[in-house]
């Protein structure tokens, strides 16, 4: 698998696919172009055979027609002739008007059997004189007594007539004519030659030609080919049409017969010429292609928009925005891939920035997001074959070291720290890291980046870094146990596991004891007695803190009711505030009303604040133990010494009593020098009028150099061990009775 790609995106989703897609249009195009050719030549086909036909019977038709016009003609003609023949004598015009009008014909010229015109219905060409090689000069001479001609073009009128001619006999003969020029024009629509010549006025059609039943061209567009038989062998293969290329020219060919009165005469035979389909057929065909490729490329785009798309998601999903580093469910995914191929061991490093929240706070998110960008651009600079950088969560990197031993992973810790302690980062970055090799063994990821989480957690103060170990695990366990026992206990406000112990704090000159510190006390089902310091830091953590204060101040406060009740309000009871505690904005108004309610005098609760709180937010702080102190509550500065001290601040801190961490009183009986420092810090509280507790008295020669001091009270287990509730109250009255 490859690191730093886009996870997830298989190109073979989208690939596959589009070669499916692209062999089907390869396939759709050549079908779609041979449908295309088939269709057309077909139609082009069926076309030709009909056009064949309709021809065939046009011709058929017009041959029937030509025989039954001329044939009614004929007859008028014929009629007309045989009635004249019958005539006695010589015809004069005025007789030829009256039997062209009986007759129901046009002309009728009377001829002197010379060939001249002697009288005429019409009045006209009287003395006109027939010559060789006129029609009538052909019948004249004929032996013949009666004739009727065909329709043709009368040479003096220049229009068309049917004539007949018949002789008397006296050789004078007569010729009638009947009007014939609509009739022939309706004749030679039918005439085979002009049928022939208007198809070829087709620009598809190469020639038509008429075929008689001997297979010889009687009528064709090509008029040397008039007189040449057909071979009859290509007519009869030819019957349904071919297709065949000729002088370089493709063309399909058919031959329709004709029939007359359903009896075949002879063969109609068109040769197309197929340019022009093949035309329509090449366009259709691009069309067909065009229409093919912008399909093709619209599909295209949608399956590379829906990659791009998905892609992006991918990247949404598996990169962080920030840093454009992968992120922790790429990690996972990359992790888990990799455990199950390679069994090399691996080794994690969280790396976490300890101040980025503050560096938020106080510059500002965009100069937030610049630092990370500027950590991930330096954690890049690991990236090798065997490191790679993958972004945790908001201030926290993973490292992940492939084929890892001992040596790479600490020169990979020590790399990233003087990466990070370099003066190029302003602000001043803080960081540390939880460490945990992978062992070869398979492991699930959600229990390796647990592990590295738990390493991180157990950085303590000295150290950048820990590495994981079992026992960080089991502390981690610890911690719950402890923490659900701890919320349990609060629940069920239950004294018995969760409880003070009061430690009496005694004034040192007259040994009488002026307050009592409430010691905090857990009692586990599982681990017994437990630490405050160990279940405390756990509350803060958990952020239980706030309920367990109030529900152990309201314990101190029970007990503060019962010294009053027994005339000990002059003793205080010192109780110990967590820092987290203190910064809650209601702290003020929650202390006035557990006071309130249980009716105490403040001046009898003290409130135990370690040094290092003030430091946090020295301020606000200070602010609120003004107000405390108002309230005629006293405060005292716990372990004093142990964090930042400043002494100068002294001065303006809401303050009554210092109590001097015991590593002072410690090293009184020492030879360090730390054994004149208790001196200096007595006098010091002094000077700001405070008075000074002595903690962890454990001895008589440190309670007397204490007292020599002029260290106003102590507190140990010299003077006395934290003791149970019910046995303060004996003590008191113990020491009273001593008195
Ligand atoms: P601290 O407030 O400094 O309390 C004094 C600690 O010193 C107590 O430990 C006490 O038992 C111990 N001590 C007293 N005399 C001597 C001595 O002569 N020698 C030695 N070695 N130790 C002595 P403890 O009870 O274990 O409490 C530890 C710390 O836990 C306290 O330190 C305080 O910071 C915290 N703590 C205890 N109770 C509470 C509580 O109710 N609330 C909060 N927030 N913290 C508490
Ligand atoms: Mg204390
Ligand atoms: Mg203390």
Not at 264 to 279: H, P, R, S
Not at 340 to 350: C, E, R
């Amino acid at each position: 698998m490859k690191y730093n790609k886009v996870k997830a995106i298989d190109i073979n989703i989208f690939l596959i696919p589009m070669i499916i897609i692209s062999v089907l249009f390869v396939f759709l195009s050549i079908f779609l172009s041979n449908q295309i050719n088939t269709y057309y030549t077909n139609m082009m086909q069926k076309e030709s055979n009909k056009l064949a036909r309709n021809t065939s019977i046009m011709l058929s038709k017009s041959s029937a027609a030509f025989d039954t016009i001329n044939e009614f003609m004929t007859k008028r003609v014929l009629d007309a002739a045989k009635e004249l023949k019958n005539h006695k004598g010589n015809l004069t015009s005025e007789e030829l008007i009256k039997y062209a009008y009986q007759l129901n014909v046009d002309v009728i010229y009377f001829y002197n059997p010379q060939g001249e015109i002697l009288a005429s219905n019409s009045g006209e060409f009287i003395g006109f004189k027939t010559f060789d090689g006129h029609p009538v000069e052909r019948f004249r001479t004929s032996d013949l007594s009666l004739f009727v001609e065909d329709i043709r073009l009368d040479n003096e009128t220049s229009l068309h007539f049917k004539y007949a001619y018949v002789r008397f006999d006296d050789g004078y003969f007569v010729q009638i004519g009947i009007y014939a020029e609509d009739v022939f024009q309706y004749l030679t629509a039918f005439d085979q030659q002009n049928i022939i010549d208007d198809l070829k006025n087709d620009e598809s059609i190469l020639s038509i030609s008429i075929i008689d039943k001997k297979y010889r061209i009687t009528s064709s567009s090509d008029l040397d080919s008039i007189g040449l038989n057909v071979d009859q062998k290509r007519l009869v293969q030819s019957n349904e049409g071919v297709l065949y290329q000729t002088n370089g020219i493709e063309v399909y060919e058919v031959f329709a017969p004709i029939n007359l009165n359903s009896v075949n005469v002879g063969f109609l035979n068109i040769q197309y010429k197929l340019d022009a389909t093949k035309d329509i057929i090449r366009n259709m065909t691009q069309f067909g292609f065009v229409l093919l490729i912008s399909f093709y490329i619209i599909v295209l785009s949608i399956v590379y928009s829906s990659y791009k798309k998905n892609k992006q998601l991918i990247e949404l999903a598996y990169y962080d925005t920030l840093t454009k580093l992968p992120n922790i469910d790429y990690f996972k995914y990359y992790l888990e891939e990799n455990l199950k191929k390679d069994k090399s061991v691996k080794t994690i490093i969280l790396v976490n920035c300890i101040n980025f929240k503050r560096i938020n706070m106080s510059y500002g998110y965009k100069e937030g997001d610049f630092v990370l960008q500027k950590m991930a651009e330096k954690l890049k600079l690991l990236n090798s074959k065997q490191c790679k950088i993958f972004k945790f969560n908001a201030d926290r990197f993973i490292v992940l070291i492939e084929n890892s031993d001992n040596k790479d992973t600490l020169n990979t810790i020590r790399e990233i720290e003087t990466m990070f302690s370099s003066t190029e980062f302003k602000p001043d970055l803080d960081i540390n890291m939880g460490v945990v090799e992978i062992e070869k063994v398979k492991q699930d990821v959600d229990d390796i980046l647990r592990d590295v989480s738990i390493a991180l957690n157990n950085v303590d103060n000295n150290q950048k870094y820990a590495i994981f170990d079992a026992k960080m695990e089991q502390s981690l366990h610890r911690e719950d146990v402890i923490e659900e026992e701890l919320k349990e206990a609060l629940r069920t406000r239950d004294n018995k596991r969760i409880y003070f112990q009061y430690q009496p704090i005694f004034k040192l000159d007259d040994h009488s004891i002026v307050s009592f510190e409430a010691l905090a006390r857990l009692n586990t089902k599982h681990y017994g007695l437990v630490s405050p310091i160990e279940f405390i830091d756990i509350a803060e953590r958990k952020h239980i803190i706030v309920p367990l204060g109030e529900y152990l101040l309201n314990e101190a406060c029970l007990l503060i009711r019962k010294l009053e009740n027994e005339g000990f309000e002059h003793i205080k009871i010192a109780v110990n505030i967590s820092g987290i505690q203190v910064m809650q904005d209601e702290f003020v108004y929650s202390v006035e009303r557990i006071l309130k309610k249980h009716r105490i005098n403040p001046t009898q609760l003290e409130l135990e604040i370690t040094e290092s709180v003030y430091m946090q937010d020295f301020i606000s702080i200070n602010q609120k133990l003004f107000q405390l102190r108002e309230m005629g509550i006293s405060i005292s500065m716990d372990d004093f010494g142990t964090g930042f001290s400043s002494f100068y601040r002294l001065k303006e801190t809401y303050l009554d009593i210092l109590k001097m961490d015991r590593y002072f009183i410690k090293n009184i009986d020492s030879n360090l020098d730390d054994k004149h420092i208790s001196k200096d810090i007595i006098s010091i509280a002094h000077k700001y009028h405070l008075k000074c507790v002595a903690e962890g008295i454990e001895n008589v020669y440190q309670l007397e150099k204490l007292k020599n001091y002029k260290c106003d009270y102590g507190q140990g287990y010299f003077l006395s061990y934290p003791i149970d509730e019910d046995l303060v109250l004996d003590k008191l009255k113990q020491i009273k009775r001593v008195k």
